[in-house]
């Protein structure tokens, strides 16, 4: 089963809010997910993001593949990097 991190659509219309889940790569963009992982909110000023950093590097060492908007996103907050070290250190 090939599982993805990646952004579920929440919020009102033409006011996004996103929630970075997990969730099989097969189900639709707003279906069945694994787990809630954190938040996005692109609306204020700077974009705010809020994402649990233990379920992030878990899901990322069982394989889980992050889309392209999500690892900015992951960059951005620096959990990326802390998996790129943890890989080095092994």
């Not at 006011?15 to 889940?21: E, G, L, T």
């Not at 997910?33 to 993001?49: K, L």
């Not at 889980?64 to 790129?84: C, H, M, N």
């Given at each position: 089963m090939?599982?993805?991190?990646?952004l579920?659509?929440?919020?009102?219309?033409?006011?996004?809010?996103?929630?970075?889940?997990v969730a099989d790569?097969?189900?639709p963009r707003d279906?069945?997910?694994i787990?809630?992982?954190?938040?996005?909110?692109?609306r204020v000023e700077p974009s705010a993001i809020n994402i649990n950093e233990e379920?992030?590097?878990?899901?990322l060492k069982n394989g889980a593949q992050p889309t392209e908007s999500v690892e900015i996103?992951?960059?951005?907050?620096?959990i990326l990097d802390r998996f790129?070290?943890?890989?080095?250190?092994e």
């Amino acid at each position: 089963m090939a599982v993805k991190i990646r952004l579920k659509r929440t919020g009102m219309k033409k006011a996004p809010s996103y929630r970075v889940v997990v969730a099989d790569a097969r189900s639709p963009r707003d279906g069945r997910i694994i787990e809630n992982i954190g938040w996005y909110n692109p609306r204020v000023e700077p974009s705010a993001i809020n994402i649990n950093e233990e379920k992030a590097l878990g899901w990322l060492k069982n394989g889980a593949q992050p889309t392209e908007s999500v690892e900015i996103l992951l960059k951005r907050v620096g959990i990326l990097d802390r998996f790129a070290q943890t890989k080095s250190a092994e």
